[in-house]
């Protein structure tokens, strides 16, 4: 299997822009939570950061910087009714089929084979586009999106990052 | 990056990405558990900052 050094591929790209060399975050623990109950009885919600909108509001700034948007997406919204808007990757394949990075219909299908519990009241996308300003997903945004999780008695995310 | 569960129209491969994240949850016994998912692409897949029109 061949990885994809997506980090060193980063440097290289935005370092030949002339950009200074970018200050990755690096976490050194990663807190374990464990579940309280089985999956097939946990409520799921997603999250993408890959410029996906509904095609009734306003679309994602495809050049976005510093930017905390965040939509809640009903759970029951047609996967075909969906806009990507970010130029910093390749989302040819998400335009056809949502799915590959926000995978909405698949995670009904799982409600319905009993493998999860429920879906989300509420599923997410937003913090697209570079995020320089880090101390404000630490201390405001970041925070906001757990209470709402919280607030919708959300037992697991499954955060998709592009 | 655009392809995390797969690609286009592949419902058995994305199905199989959101179960195995999902069974993390159930099965991990740490934190930043990293799994290699056993599919293989298809076909030449290079990733391309900013996608396949970039300056790369």
Redesign the interface.
Known sequence: ?IS?R?VD??NK??G?MGNPPYRWSI?E????HR?TK??RE?A?ALLTS?GVSQTVVPAFNPDARNDHRLDEIPPDTPSNDFQVHD????????E??I???F?L???R??AILG??GTIAPRLWSGFMGRIYNRSKIRDESGPAFVDALEADNVD?L?A??? | MGNNFGQANDKAVQLSILRTALSLVETAEEGGTLVDMPTSWPDFFEFTPGGKNSMG
């Open positions: 299997m994809i997506y591929a980063l790209y935005y030949a976490n623990t990663a807190p374990l579940l089985p999956l946990c799921v890959g130029s910093y990757y390749d989302h040819t394949d998400a056809t089929d799915n590959c990075i995978p219909d698949r995670l299908e799982l493998e999860i697991v499954v998709a990052p592009t």
